[in-house]
């Protein structure tokens, strides 16, 4: 694809991150998300602003989404202002939000129906890997449009893989979620056993981060739950909301995760003490005291 015009709605946390890499390629984006100010830093770099969704998208040919939860997904697509009513014809459409994969299949056939392509394009690699531009994004939907965007997300990914039709990016994304949900217990109690034993925490992970237990989480999260740091690479409220998705997704398919429930019943324990806004490392709150 050559140096299309690109919408992207949605600059939280990662989104941000992302348009800075697709500005710093030359591309020419304009930006939707609901509060301005928040948005400061990309249009600094060019980025241009839109008063509503519908003016972002519409002389756009690649719309990228990346928002909260799946009634914002809906509510981006399907409203009066939205990508649907407003889009031009053969516009490709990426969704990035962690959402339901059942939406994601139903975006790309109403999407078909009016002449656009879609792909369900969820990321793993949060506030670093936006960052650093080495997300890891699973991509659901038409092979050849897959393709077609290729380069593009090559911008701000490193581990880019298809994984099949519509809804197979968001599938694989639970699978993600659902990795992650019980790693971070381990995480957090094997750091909470540490200092109960009275051993230092950053030797600890210069031992075990490389080991058979090293993962993502405990080379990048422990170090900030041993500086205190709890603040969002990803937020605990989202994270809640993947692993509902989850659940609710094994339930139709009528398998049992009792890991994944448990992971679920902690963090909505977290929820309702407030801590909604922080990062989910801070799970280990749970094992220290609040």
Same mark, same amino acid.
């Given at each position: &694809?050559?140096?299309?015009?690109?919408?992207?709605?949605?600059? *939280?946390?990662? *989104? !941000?991150?992302?348009?800075? $890499? =697709?500005?710093?390629?030359?591309?020419?984006?304009?930006?939707?998300?609901?509060?301005?100010?928040?948005?400061? !830093?990309?249009?600094?770099?060019?980025?241009?602003?839109?008063?509503?969704?519908?003016?972002?998208?519409?002389?756009?040919?690649? %719309?990228?989404?990346?928002?909260?939860?799946?009634?914002?997904?809906?509510?981006?697509?399907?409203?009066?202002?939205? %990508?649907?009513?407003?889009?031009?014809?053969?516009?490709? #459409?990426?969704?990035?939000?962690? !959402? !339901?994969?059942?939406?994601?299949?139903?975006?790309?056939?109403?999407?078909?129906?009016? *002449?656009? $392509?879609?792909?369900?394009?969820?990321?793993?690699? *949060?506030?670093?890997?936006?960052?650093?531009?080495? =997300?890891?994004? +699973?991509? @659901?939907?038409?092979?050849?449009?897959?393709?077609?965007?290729?380069?593009?997300?090559?911008?701000?990914?490193?581990?880019?893989?298809?994984?099949?039709?519509? @809804?197979?990016?968001? $599938?694989?994304?639970?699978?993600?979620?659902?990795?992650?949900?019980?790693? +971070?217990?381990?995480?957090?109690?094997?750091?909470?056993?540490?200092?109960?034993?009275?051993?230092?925490?950053?030797?600890?992970?210069?031992?075990?981060?490389?080991?058979?237990? @090293?993962?993502?989480? #405990?080379?990048? =999260?422990?170090?900030?739950?041993?500086?205190?740091?709890?603040?969002?690479?990803?937020?605990?409220? $989202?994270?809640?909301?993947? &692993?509902?998705?989850?659940?609710?997704?094994?339930? #139709? +398919? @009528?398998?049992?995760?009792?890991?994944?429930?448990?992971?679920?019943?902690?963090?909505?324990?977290?929820?309702?003490?407030?801590?909604?806004?922080?990062?989910?490392?801070?799970?280990?709150?749970?094992?220290?005291?609040?």
């Amino acid at each position: &694809m050559g140096k299309e015009k690109i919408a992207f709605i949605g600059t *939280g946390v990662m *989104g !941000s991150s992302i348009v800075k $890499h =697709l500005r710093n390629a030359e591309y020419d984006v304009t930006i939707f998300t609901r509060t301005k100010e928040r948005a400061e !830093s990309v249009i600094a770099l060019g980025a241009k602003w839109a008063e509503t969704v519908g003016q972002a998208v519409k002389d756009a040919d690649l %719309i990228f989404t990346m928002v909260g939860y799946p009634a914002d997904v809906e509510e981006v697509y399907y409203s009066k202002n939205g %990508i649907f009513a407003n889009a031009q014809n053969g516009a490709v #459409l990426v969704d990035m939000t962690t !959402s !339901s994969p059942e939406l994601a299949k139903r975006i790309a056939a109403d999407g078909e129906n009016k *002449g656009l $392509h879609s792909i369900d394009a969820p990321v793993s690699g *949060g506030d670093v890997g936006a960052q650093n531009g080495t =997300l890891s994004i +699973m991509c @659901g939907g038409d092979e050849q449009t897959f393709k077609r965007l290729l380069p593009i997300l090559e911008v701000f990914g490193k581990q880019i893989v298809y994984q099949g039709g519509a @809804g197979a990016g968001q $599938h694989t994304k639970m699978c993600n979620q659902i990795a992650i949900a019980t790693n +971070m217990i381990g995480v957090c109690e094997a750091l909470a056993y540490g200092k109960a034993a009275g051993l230092d925490a950053d030797t600890i992970l210069q031992s075990i981060s490389s080991g058979a237990a @090293g993962s993502w989480s #405990l080379s990048n =999260l422990a170090p900030r739950i041993i500086n205190g740091d709890f603040e969002p690479g990803f937020f605990v409220k $989202h994270f809640l909301k993947d &692993m509902n998705i989850a659940l609710s997704e094994a339930e #139709l +398919m @009528g398998i049992s995760l009792p890991g994944l429930e448990m992971a679920r019943n902690m963090y909505d324990e977290l929820i309702g003490e407030g801590y909604g806004e922080k990062g989910t490392q801070v799970l280990y709150k749970r094992y220290i005291g609040k």
